[in-house]
């Protein structure tokens, strides 16, 4: 068989150790593997993928980023693209495809599935919220950074008796929020499944300081509304539509009406693309070798519209059209977990 393999959407530590593992697993079954460059739109231009063989990702797994680039192109956006994709796939006689990404990315390989390409997917994000799997390849790095980043923190922010503002990503949920700034200690954590007011961070922040706490660190989901603060709305749009959250800026908005209305000295950081770079955890690599030699699995059964997930700890295997019907929010444990231990104070 010949099976092409891309990397869709925002980078995440982990994708090249499961495009190892989707080569190397493959070989082992007697296929070839080609990759596909800078996600779909690798399929859009002319240039054929190239082949994959195992010296080719030997030595890759540790590595930050994607040795076959990626992009946020979405092909189904014209009839044009459409047409391009599907003949690409045929150009280059590929009898099936990995596609290993987020909601995005899987979204196009469940539609490339109704179009009767054989396609399996992989589960990736940082964001952490794709249905049906209990994590995607790159979140255990990006909450690793979040965490250490608040370690870091907490000396400086303690040193000068200051309140740190932390940005982390998330398009939509608190994931990456709520799990790095549990382990990170930090002292109020806003995510978009807990509702606030900007009264009730200033009431926090006092009754904080109150208690005597010399140093504070809020993290502070990219997405999330506070209600009485106005986030940037001027914002561009990516290439496949998404608002650009990074421009929303709230993490400074809030700082500064923190320290306005509190009169404590506040700073702010946003993590950003730190949460995204760099060597993927000893986890990350372990989930993302797991997911990629089970899709390979699920290629030679002959399975299509599929991809391996993780659930109670297991692979197993759910549809791409259930994995993207809708992002998946924190679970409810955690949701209570960040409100007793870094939660809102009355
Ligand atoms: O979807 C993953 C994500 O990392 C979001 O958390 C973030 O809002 C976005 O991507 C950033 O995307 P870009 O790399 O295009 O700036």
């Known amino acids: 068989m010949r099976i092409g393999v891309l990397t869709g959407g925002g980078d995440a530590p982990g994708l090249n150790a499961a495009i190892r593992a989707v080569v190397m697993r493959a070989h082992a079954l007697g296929h070839e593997v080609f990759g596909i460059a800078d996600g779909w739109a690798g399929l859009l231009g002319e240039n054929l993928p190239r082949p994959l063989g195992v010296r080719e990702v030997a030595g890759i797994l540790g590595d930050g980023g994607t040795i076959l680039g990626t992009s946020r192109t979405d092909p189904r956006k014209d009839e044009a693209s459409r047409r391009g994709v599907l003949g690409s796939i045929r150009r280059a006689e590929l009898d099936a495809l990995v596609a290993i990404g987020g909601n995005d990315t899987l979204g196009v390989a469940n539609w490339l599935h109704e179009q009767g390409v054989r396609v399996v997917g992989v589960p990736k994000t940082v964001d952490n919220d794709l249905s049906e799997t209990e994590f995607c ?175 109670a700890g297991r692979i197993e295997t759910a549809t791409l059209a259930d994995a993207v019907r809708e992002t998946r929010r924190l679970s409810d444990d955690y949701i209570e977990l960040v409100r007793r231990f870094a939660g809102l104070l009355p």
């Open 137 to 311: 390849i790159g979140f255990d790095t990006a909450i690793t950074v979040v965490a250490d980043a608040l370690d870091r923190l907490r000396t400086t922010a303690s040193a000068h008796h200051r309140v740190v503002v932390v940005e982390a990503m998330g398009r939509d949920t608190g994931w990456v929020a709520a799990f790095g700034g549990l382990a990170g200690g930090a002292d109020l954590i806003l995510i978009p499944e807990i509702p606030v007011t900007s009264d009730d961070v200033v009431r926090t922040m006092k009754r904080r300081r109150a208690m005597g706490d010399p140093d504070i660190l809020v993290v502070v989901s990219e997405a999330v509304e506070i209600k009485g603060l106005e986030a940037e709305t001027a914002v561009d749009r990516d290439a496949f539509g998404h608002v650009r959250l990074d421009q929303r800026a709230i993490g400074a908005i809030l700082a500064r009406d923190i320290e306005q209305r509190t009169g404590l000295e506040a700073r702010q950081v946003v993590l950003g693309h730190l949460q995204r770079g760099g060597s993927p955890t000893a986890i990350d690599r372990l989930r993302a070798t797991r997911f990629g030699n089970a899709a390979v699995d699920l290629v030679e059964a002959g399975r299509s519209g599929v991809l391996p997930v993780q659930r």
